[in-house]
Structure formats: structure tokens, C-alpha cells
Nanobody
Framework: QVQLAESGGGLVQAGGSLTLSCVAS????????MGWFRQAPGKEREFVAG???????YYADSVKGRFTISRDKERNAATLQMNSLNPDDSAVYYC???????????????????????WGQGTRVTISP
């Protein structure tokens, strides 16, 4: 079983940047999709970004061009670089991984929360105006 631990959340001003990290322990997540989701107060959890085991990346329209997901397979980790942050980005951010997948996966699979069977505890990101 994989365990995921996020770090890097905090408070920044609008226009600033943050880097979130997610380290997997236990069974490897190298052969799985890793994704980032977020949940703002009073809203449902939503997809932010995901990367397949071969490096294909997927982003929500709201973060495309501002956020970048990357993976370090040596460290069994994933990173979310967030730039040009605005108050609408304030949320608890969750790292998640899927079961072992094929090399090629669809966007629908990556963006669907039900595809993921392991979740981190979340890290809070707050953007001040």
C-alpha cells in the first residue's frame, strides 16, 4: 500500500508562487498516475493536475499556464509548482495516486477522482488579495 504525504502549503499574496511536494512511501507509485486535487470551503473537491507514469500531463483549465506538475521517480515524489496565484486558488490541496496503470491513460481517467485509491492528508494554501 502506498502512503502519500504533502508539504509546502502556506499563505502568500496574490501574484506569488508556491511549490507543493508529495512523497510516496510504502509501495512504489512510479507505475501509477499521480494527481493533485483541491477543495475550497463550501465547494466540492476538484481536479487540478495529473501526470501519467510516462510523463503525460493534464491540467484543469483554471490552472493551465500557471501550474506545473512534475515527478521525480527516483524519489517516488510529485511536485506542483504554482505561479501567478490568486485568491480563487485558496484551498486544501491533496496529492493522490491511482493503482498501477497502463503506459497510456485517458484524460477522463486522470481527471476522475474515482480513479485514485490513495490520498494524502492535504496541505492548505491561502492566497491573500
Amino acid at each position: 500500500q502506498v502512503q502519500l504525504a504533502e508539504s509546502g502549503g502556506g499563505l502568500v499574496q496574490a501574484g506569488g508562487s508556491l511549490t507543493l511536494s508529495c512523497v510516496a512511501s510504502g509501495r512504489t507509485a512510479r507505475d501509477a498516475v499521480m494527481g493533485w486535487f483541491r477543495q475550497a470551503p463550501g465547494k466540492e473537491r476538484e481536479f487540478v493536475a495529473g501526470m501519467s507514469r510516462i510523463g503525460d500531463t493534464y491540467y484543469a483549465d483554471s490552472v493551465k499556464g500557471r501550474f506545473t506538475i512534475s515527478r521525480d521517480k527516483e524519489r517516488n515524489a510529485a511536485t506542483l509548482q504554482m505561479n501567478s496565484l490568486n485568491p480563487d486558488d485558496s484551498a486544501v490541496y491533496y496529492c493522490a495516486s491511482t493503482p498501477r496503470t497502463a503506459f497510456y491513460v485517458s484524460r477522463a481517467y486522470v481527471t476522475d477522482q474515482k480513479s485514485y485509491n490513495t490520498w494524502g492528508q492535504g496541505t492548505r494554501v491561502t492566497i491573500s488579495p
